[in-house]
């Protein structure tokens, strides 16, 4: 069987490791427990170093974000396939055989992900990722159990390993070799959809992406970026580097379309009063615009699939046919 390793990356988290690490170190037996470390200005190593005498330190020097923070650290990484895993996230006993074993049956298998579920309400699926991820042509992200902020109960609905668009940072299975040809993860998103650009990327080799339903994992949600304007910044502009770098040439005119359905937002968060949130999206589209060279150039130069969606308009159906549940 596949060696395996457990990334956790942290930034000054030192309330969430005495949470939730024990839990992971306890039910992980198979695995070799990793701390990939941003840098913190807490206490989160002296803890680790006392406690978790197992669990190696990996130390960076500055806060590289997710996408850099992992990139780092899976450098010092060896084993075959490797979790990336929130540090606010509890596992249960036994989560981790069924995940290997279907990397092992099914070796075509480059990405996966477990359920994901709410820790606090057990029974619904959880906003990162839930039951797995899929966008519509306008790049908007969504989940088997979760449209936009429409948490579904899970009632065995989903119950069927599945081929799936993206897997979700949260609890991110990936086998190294993938994610070395790949080069990891866009360090230009910092946080947020990095996962979903590095799985799109994945699409387009033709690579494989399951959400596995025999394994479960609870998830705190927000535990490491609350909802700010900056959650709402990193989103609105990382969805637009997604579709500049991913899109398919002949598809260019779906920017367009998204910039006005942003444009919508920006309306509905001032006729809110909701004026910080607002400004975070003017601002990711000032931020889009003066990096678009950039991003562009980062664009393959292989072919870009274009069958990546099944939802045509996701904010259409939802909001306006008020279609609530995948």
């Known amino acids: 069987m596949s060696s395996i390793a457990i990334a956790i990356l942290n930034w000054n988290g030192e309330k969430l490791l005495k949470r939730f690490l024990k839990n992971v170190v306890d039910n992980s037996p198979l695995a070799i427990v990793y701390l990939i470390d941003n840098n913190s200005t807490d206490d989160s190593i002296l803890y680790v170093e006392k406690n978790h005498s197992t669990v190696k330190i990996i130390l960076l020097d500055k806060n590289y974000g997710y996408a850099g923070g992992y990139n780092k650290g899976i450098n010092s990484i060896e084993e075959d396939i490797i979790c990336l895993l929130n540090n606010d996230v509890m596992v249960k006993p036994k989560w981790l055989p069924p995940v290997l074993g279907f990397f092992k049956n099914y070796p075509k298998t480059a990405i996966a992900q477990p359920h994901i579920m709410d820790l606090n309400k057990p029974n619904k699926f959880e906003y990162a990722g839930a ?10 992200p969504y989940c088997r159990g979760r449209l936009f902020s429409n948490l579904e109960e899970d009632h065995g609905q989903y119950d069927k390993n599945k081929q799936i668009f993206w897997a979700s940072g949260s609890c991110f299975f990936v086998r190294k070799k993938v994610f070395q040809s790949l080069g990891g993860f866009d360090e230009d998103f910092f946080a947020h959809m990095e996962e979903i650009d590095f799985c799109w990327r994945a699409f387009n080799k033709n690579l494989k992406i399951y959400s596995l339903y025999q394994t479960k994992v609870y998830h ?11 959650k709402t910044y990193l989103n609105f502009r990382n969805s637009l580097y997604l579709l500049l770098k991913n899109l398919p040439k002949k598809k260019g005119v779906i920017i367009f379309e998204r910039i006005i359905w942003d444009g919508i937002a920006v309306l509905f968060f001032i006729l809110t009063l909701n004026f910080l949130n607002a400004f975070a999206v003017i601002r990711a589209h000032y931020s889009f615009y003066i990096n678009y060279s950039k991003i562009k150039r980062k664009r393959s130069k292989s072919n870009l699939l274009g069958d990546y969606y099944t939802q045509s308009n996701l904010p259409f159906s939802y909001f306006l046919l008020r279609k609530k549940n995948f």
């Open 220 to 230: 705190l949600g927000g535990g490491t970026l609350k909802p700010s304007p900056q």
């Open 131 to 140: 039951a797995g991820g899929f966008i519509d042509r306008l790049g908007y």
